[in-house]
C-alpha cells in the first residue's frame, strides 16, 4: 500500500454500504481495532499468526489488529445476554501477506450481521439477498455452499464415534480429511512396527526415560485408543462412496437439492441437514433469487471459510482467481456456543469489500 | 563499485566457506586481526569480501546491501517470503549439512508419525486445557509445514537455543529444529518422526536478485562465476 493514498472515496463508499444495511434495520458497531490475542488463537491456533499482525504490551499482553469483525462482534453480542439483533459495521481489518505481494495487508469491510434463530432459513436468506442487493452492478458469480451437508454425512456414516470425532475436527483440512479417510478404510495399512507395538505386552519396554509433560497415563490412554481402531471394521467401500458423492455435488441448486436427496436414501441420517437446504432455497427464492440457476457445491469454501458451519456464500469475479472475493458470508452458529460461556445464538452474516467494488466499478481492479 | 560477498563471520562455517573458495582459486581471509570483522580476496579482482552474522546473510542479500552470500538453505527459507524470487541459488557447498525436523520425547511409544502427533495433540488439548507446544525457531517453515500437512491443536514457543532442553524443562511438549547427526536428540530422549523432515539444509552460495551493479560489477561476477564453476 502507496504511503500516499486518497482513501476518501473508498471510506465514503464504506459509509454509504453501512448506511444501507442502517437502513434495513441493523444497529452500527464500532468495534476495537486492537483485539486480545488469545480468543483468536484460541480459536483458530497458530495459523493465525501467519494472517494477522500479533503485537504486546507488557500490561495488555498480547494483542491483534483485527483481522476481522465477526469474532468481536459475536463477543460484544454474546456478553449482552444474546438476544436477537441485527449489526452493521465498516472499517479497516489488517491481514499480514507471505506470499503475494499483491494483495494488501490493510482494506477495509462493510459487514452486516443477523443473530436470530426463528427462523434460520429465513435469516441466510436475508443475509445473502441484501448482500447480493449490493454487489448486483458489478455481475459477479455467486457461489454457494453448506458446510452442515459434510458435517452430518460424518456424523450419519455406519462407524465409531472416535473416527467421526477425528472426521469432524478435520473437516476444514481437505488433506488430513482424506488421510483419515484412507487410514478408517483401510486403504492405508497399518504400518508393522505399530501392529507389533499393539500386539506387546509391555509397550514401553524400550523407554529408557520419561521426559515431558504428556504423561505415561496419557501415552497408555492413546495407545487403548489404537487398539480399538485396530480392531473396529474397516469403513466399507459403501461408506467412503457416500462421502465422495456427497463431496463432488456440484450443481445448480434445484439439482444438487435432488442429488442430495438421492444420496440421503442410503444416508437417512443426512436428510435433516438437506431440508435445511431445501427451505433455505425456498426462502431465497421468496426474496426473489433466481435459485434455478444459483450454483451450490457442498465443498464450497471447505479449506478457507473456517467458522462457517452451515450456509456459505461467496461473490466474485469470474476468471479473476488473483482477486479476493468482493463478499463472502455464512452461518456460524458453533462460534456463537464457543464465544458465549454456555449460551448460543443461531447467527449468520456477511462482508463486503467497498475498495474492491469501487476499484472493479472504476476500472481500476 | 565492487562486488559485495557475505561470508559468515566466524567458526567452521566461515573455515570451511575459505577452504570452498580457495579449492577453486579464490583466496579469502580475514584482515588484521581475529577480531576484526573485514577481509580479503586474493584471486578475483573487483570482489570485497564482507563478513556477517550467518543469520544475516538472507536479510542483506534480499535487500541488495551485498551481491553474493554464503548461508543455510535453512535461514534463507525461513527469512525471506517468496525467497525464489529474491536470491538465487548458484551452489551446494557441501557442508554445514543439517535437517529441520520434528521430534518428539522418546518415551511417546504412542507416536511415530504426523498422523500420531495431531492425535496426540488433540487429546493433550483436552487434557490439559492448552495447545500442545512445539519449541523452534523456524516459526514460519514450522507453520507452512503443519498446515500443508493438516495438523492441528498445536502452538509454537520461541527457543533461540537449546531446543531440545525445553522438554525436559517442559515449557515445550515436542520440538522442531535442526540436527546434522541427532545425537543431541538422543541425549535429551527425543526421536524423529518418520515423515517429520521438514527441510534438508545446507551452506549455499547465494545471488542476490536485486542488488544494483554497474558494468564492472557484471564482469567481475561473470568472471568469479566462471573461476567458481558455477556459471
Request: proline content about 5%; overall charge negative; aromatic content about 6%.
Amino acid at each position: 500500500m502507496s504511503i500516499v493514498n486518497d482513501r476518501a472515496p473508498y471510506r465514503a463508499e464504506a459509509a454509504r454500504l453501512r448506511a444501507f444495511f442502517e437502513a434495513q434495520g441493523a444497529v452500527p458497531v464500532e468495534p476495537a481495532i486492537l483485539q486480545p490475542a488469545e480468543v483468536m488463537l484460541d480459536l483458530y491456533g497458530e495459523d493465525i499468526r501467519a494472517r494477522a499482525y500479533v503485537t504486546s504490551d507488557p500490561l495488555r499482553g498480547e494483542q491483534m489488529l483485527r483481522p476481522d469483525f465477526t469474532v468481536p462482534v459475536v463477543q460484544m453480542h454474546m456478553a449482552q445476554g444474546a438476544e436477537p439483533a441485527r449489526y452493521t459495521y465498516a472499517g479497516e481489518v489488517f491481514r499480514r501477506q507471505e506470499e503475494d505481494p499483491s494483495r494488501p495487508s490493510e482494506y477495509s469491510q462493510v459487514g452486516y450481521e443477523v443473530f436470530d434463530g426463528s427462523d434460520p432459513a429465513a435469516a441466510d436468506a436475508e443475509v445473502y439477498a441484501l448482500i447480493e442487493s449490493v454487489v448486483r452492478p458489478l455481475g459477479l458469480k455467486a457461489s454457494t455452499g453448506d458446510m452442515g451437508i459434510l458435517a452430518a454425512t460424518v456424523s450419519g456414516l455406519d462407524t465409531t464415534e472416535r473416527r467421526k470425532r477425528a472426521l469432524l475436527r478435520h473437516i476444514w483440512r481437505p488433506r488430513r480429511f482424506r488421510a483419515l479417510i484412507d487410514k478408517f478404510s483401510g486403504k492405508e495399512p497399518m504400518a508393522q512396527t505399530r501392529r507389533e507395538l499393539l500386539a506387546s505386552a509391555d509397550p514401553f519396554a524400550g523407554v529408557k526415560v520419561d521426559t515431558g509433560l504428556r504423561s505415561r497415563a496419557e501415552v497408555a490412554e492413546r495407545l487403548d485408543a489404537l487398539r480399538e481402531e485396530a480392531a473396529a471394521a474397516p469403513l466399507s467401500r459403501e461408506q467412503v462412496e457416500l462421502i465422495e458423492a456427497v463431496l463432488n455435488v456440484r450443481e445448480k441448486l434445484p439439482f444438487a437439492l435432488e442429488n442430495l436427496r438421492d444420496i440421503a436414501v442410503d444416508l437417512p441420517a443426512l436428510l435433516p441437514a438437506v431440508d435445511r437446504v431445501a427451505a433455505r432455497c425456498a426462502a431465497l427464492e421468496a426474496r426473489g433469487v433466481d435459485v434455478a440457476n444459483l450454483d451450490f457445491e457442498v465443498a464450497h469454501g471447505r479449506a478457507q471459510m473456517e467458522y462457517y458451519d452451515g450456509f456459505v456464500f461467496s461473490f466474485a469475479v469470474e476468471g479473476r482467481p488473483d482477486l479476493s472475493p468482493v463478499a463472502v458470508g455464512g452461518r456460524y452458529d458453533a462460534l456463537t456456543r464457543v464465544l458465549g460461556g454456555g449460551i448460543e445464538i443461531p447467527a449468520v452474516g456477511g462482508v463486503i469489500r467497498p475498495g474492491l467494488m469501487l476499484d472493479l466499478m472504476e476500472g481500476r481492479a | 563499485m565492487t562486488l559485495k560477498l557475505g561470508v559468515p563471520s566466524k567458526g567452521r562455517l566461515m573455515e570451511k566457506t575459505f577452504d570452498w573458495f580457495g579449492a577453486r582459486g579464490v583466496t579469502l581471509s580475514r584482515a588484521g586481526s581475529d577480531r576484526e570483522y573485514a577481509g580479503r580476496v586474493e584471486g578475483a579482482d573487483g570482489v570485497e569480501l564482507v563478513l556477517l552474522s550467518a543469520g544475516e546473510i538472507p536479510r542483506e542479500l534480499a535487500a541488495g546491501r551485498i551481491h553474493l552470500g554464503v548461508t543455510g538453505t535453512d535461514l534463507v527459507h525461513e527469512k525471506l517470503a517468496q525467497w525464489d524470487q529474491q536470491v538465487e541459488e548458484l551452489a551446494e557447498l557441501g557442508f554445514g549439512q543439517a535437517d529441520l525436523i520434528i521430534a518428539v520425547p522418546q518415551c511417546w511409544v504412542d507416536v511415530d508419525t504426523l498422523d500420531d502427533l495431531d492425535a496426540a495433540a488433540a487429546a493433550f488439548r483436552r487434557k490439559h486445557g492448552f495447545r500442545m507446544r512445539i519449541a523452534t525457531k523456524y516459526h514460519r517453515l514450522v507453520r507452512d509445514f503443519f498446515r500443508d500437512q493438516g495438523v492441528a491443536d498445536y502452538q509454537l514457543v520461541d527457543s533461540q537455543g537449546a531446543t531440545e532442553g525445553t522438554v525436559k524443562n517442559e515449557t515445550a511438549e515436542a520440538i522442531a529444529d535442526i540436527t546434522s547427526t541427532g545425537e543431541t536428540l538422543r541425549a535429551n530422549h527425543l526421536k524423529i518422526l518418520d515423515d517429520g523432515l521438514i527441510l534438508r539444509s545446507q551452506a549455499t552460495l547465494f545471488r542476490a536478485r536485486k542488488a544494483p551493479m554497474d558494468d564492472a560489477d557484471r564482469a567481475a561476477m561473470a568472471a568469479l562465476a566462471a573461476k567458481l564453476g558455477v556459471d
